[in-house]
């Protein structure tokens, strides 16, 4: 079975600034997609960024960036010119492509609480 | 507004109730999900439905019963709850079951006395 770790159970970072939230995942898989999601005190789940394994670009949207390291099974976000919006709990999460695998779901980590400072 | 809406919102219930928590998606996707929110705990997959049909249940409790009407909707009816079933309970949606990203609801905070 899939398994999600985020190490850092709490971030906090000066407005403007640049944050990195860390991921690492177990998988025996070769393909498989991974997620990062965001959940504001509104509790509603919103995708951040999507980054699929056979890519080796890493996927940009905006200010939030991935660093995908599929050998050492490490997807950190980057989150740059930090805004008081972008407060909220962060959850990494990976999602096999395999057929039928795929009715598994996410598979999440615990999540981080990122706070900003203004 | 990701499309996926859920009531009620809040829900206290007694052990002895019988509750139904209501999922709803006019995304056009074929494929609903229940989750379990709880506090220091990674989201717990409990039901997966594609094309109304249940494909996945993760050793959940007989007392949580899904019904999947059609397409759009998905329900969770509750029984007999333990006091240790209180937990943010989220829907979510996916065009398909391979790689796709889920569109969440906004959950329904359940406790039970």
């Known amino acids: 079975a899939q398994t999600v770790t985020q190490s850092q159970p709490e971030m906090s970072v000066q407005e403007a600034e640049t944050v990195t939230l860390s991921c690492t995942y177990d998988t025996s898989e070769s393909d498989y997609y991974l997620f990062w999601y965001k959940q504001p005190p509104s509790r509603q789940m919103i995708l951040v960024i999507r980054q699929e394994a056979y890519k080796q670009q890493n996927a940009t949207e905006n200010r939030f960036s991935v660093n995908f390291q599929k050998a050492a099974k490490s997807f950190s976000l980057k989150i740059s010119d930090s805004q008081l919006g972008d407060a909220a709990m962060y959850f990494c999460?990976?999602?096999?492509?395999?057929?039928?695998?795929?009715?598994?779901?996410?598979?999440f980590g615990k999540g981080t609480h990122l706070i900003i400072q203004p | 507004e990701t499309g996926v809406t859920q009531t009620p919102r809040h829900l206290v219930m007694g052990m002895t109730n019988k509750k139904s928590l209501k999922c709803e998606q006019h995304?056009?996707?074929?494929?609903m999900y229940w989750y379990k929110q709880s506090a220091k705990k990674p989201l717990e997959l409990m039901f997966v439905y594609s094309l109304e049909e249940r494909v996945e249940n993760n050793s959940v409790p007989s007392r949580f019963s899904p019904e999947c009407p059609n397409s759009s909707h998905l329900f969770l009816h509750l029984h007999t709850l333990q006091p240790e079933d209180s937990a943010l309970y989220l829907c979510?949606?996916?065009?398909?079951?391979?790689?796709?990203?889920?569109?969440f609801g906004s959950g329904t905070q359940l406790s039970v006395l």
């Open positions: 979510a949606s996916s065009l398909g079951l391979r790689g796709e990203k889920l569109f």
């Open positions: 999460a990976y999602r096999s492509s395999l057929s039928g695998g795929g009715a598994d779901g996410l598979t």
């Open positions: 995304l056009g996707h074929n494929a």
